[in-house]
Nanobody, 124 residues
Framework: QVQLVESGGGLVQAGDSLRLSCVFS????????MAWFRQAPGKEREFAAL????????YYVESVKGRFTISRDNAKNTLYLQMNTLKPEDTGVYYC?????????????????WGQGTQVTVSD
């Protein structure tokens, strides 16, 4: 059974940076495509970033391109999200998610495994 534990969230000011981490356990991490989703207050959870099993390929929602970087360390079973130039609209709960197939998907319903989330709050 896959377990995902996020950390690294917090309260920051606009323009600051944060790095989120997600520790994976229970299965072979390198077999899983990984993603970050986020949920702003009062809104649906949305896709943010995606990374292939090897880490070679990544994909981002347009609103975070050039500011966020998704990466992974398969030796440490850990997924990361480096968030730079944060904006108030980036505020929300950030979740990591995993799926053990190779096809790309940004759909929440295609991910079987979820962490509990970490809160990111960006003030003006």
């Amino acid at each position: 059974q896959v377990q995902l534990v996020e950390s690294g969230g917090g309260l920051v000011q606009a323009g600051d940076s944060l790095r989120l981490s997600c520790v994976f356990s229970g299965r072979t991490f390198s077999n899983y495509q990984m993603a970050w989703f986020r949920q702003a207050p009062g809104k649906e959870r949305e896709f943010a970033a995606l990374i292939s099993r090897t880490g070679v390929n990544t994909y981002y929602v347009e609103s975070v391109k050039g500011r966020f970087t998704i990466s992974r360390d398969n030796a440490k079973n850990t997924l990361y999200l480096q968030m730079n130039t944060l904006k108030p609209e980036d505020t929300g709960v950030y979740y990591c998610a995993a799926r053990d197939v190779t096809t790309w998907s940004t759909a929440e319903s295609d991910y079987d495994n979820w962490g509990q989330g970490t809160q990111v709050t960006v003030s003006d």
